[in-house]
């Protein structure tokens, strides 16, 4: 099946650093997500993006839509404490299918 | 309340137990999921149900049983389970069963079967 790898798959990073992760595809995907989930609670949605080449922002996060649809990568600048958690891209497949498919997570830690 | 809420937070079962998991959607969605998530495995998709039809079996073993009597609310029956069905069971809704805004997920109920 269709799978995604994410990568790195765990960091540890000074605060103040910035940060950068990335999903990679073999095939071609129509929407990226990317989530951030804190210990104990469920994934939440920090970035959506619809359309090759966009570049979106939220706040410190950026995150970008590659060209080949293939891939996508989630950058955070001047990473504090709190950013700490485990980060899942997930995607939906060009085939039509509504099912996203999730990356096995990047575990980001920071270091004070 | 708002958002998805789960219950409950932590559940232990032995395998011969029969236990219910819910999930309750305050966002008008008008699909709901049943996601596994396994340690270092990715998310794995269990049931879709979309304007409360089951839409999506994931090849979910029978010892899981979803319900879903209307568009807020999800269970998921338990019985017989095995300790490699320990896990964070995710309950997640979007605004369609295409999901294109994203899901917004439950905190999730611990699994621990012993």
């Known amino acids: 099946g269709q799978q995604l790898n994410q990568s790195p798959q765990s960091m540890f990073i000074q605060e103040g650093e910035d940060v950068s992760m990335n999903c990679t595809s073999s095939?071609?995907?129509?929407?990226w997500l990317w989530y951030k989930q804190d210990p104990g609670e469920g994934p939440v949605l920090l970035i959506a993006?619809?359309?090759?080449?966009e570049l979106t922002s939220n706040g410190r996060l950026t995150a970008q839509f590659g060209i080949t649809r293939k891939d996508s990568f989630l950058n955070i600048s001047a990473s504090i404490p709190s950013d700490v958690g485990i980060y899942f891209c997930?995607?939906?497949?060009?085939?039509?299918?509504?099912?996203?498919?999730f990356g096995t997570g990047t575990r980001l830690k920071v270091l004070a | 309340e708002t958002g998805v809420t789960q219950t409950p937070r932590h559940l232990v079962m032995g395998m011969t137990n029969k236990k219910s998991l819910k999930c309750e959607q305050h966002?008008?969605?008008?699909?709901m999921y049943w996601y596994k998530q396994s340690a270092k495995k990715p998310l794995e998709l269990m049931f879709v149900y979309s304007l409360e039809e089951r839409v999506e079996n994931n090849s979910v073993p029978s010892r899981f049983s979803p319900e879903c009597p209307n568009s807020s609310h999800l269970f998921l029956h338990l019985h017989t389970l095995q300790p490699e069905d320990s896990a964070l069971y995710l309950c997640?809704?979007?605004?369609?069963?295409?999901?294109?805004?994203?899901?917004?997920f439950g905190s999730g109920t611990r699994l621990t079967v012993v």
């Open positions: 993006l619809y359309k090759a080449g």
């Open positions: 966002l008008g969605h008008n699909a």
């Open positions: 095939s071609i995907f129509n929407t």
């Open positions: 997930a995607g939906s497949p060009a085939s039509g299918t509504y099912k996203y498919i």
């Open positions: 997640a809704s979007s605004q369609d069963n295409r999901g294109n805004y994203g899901y917004t």
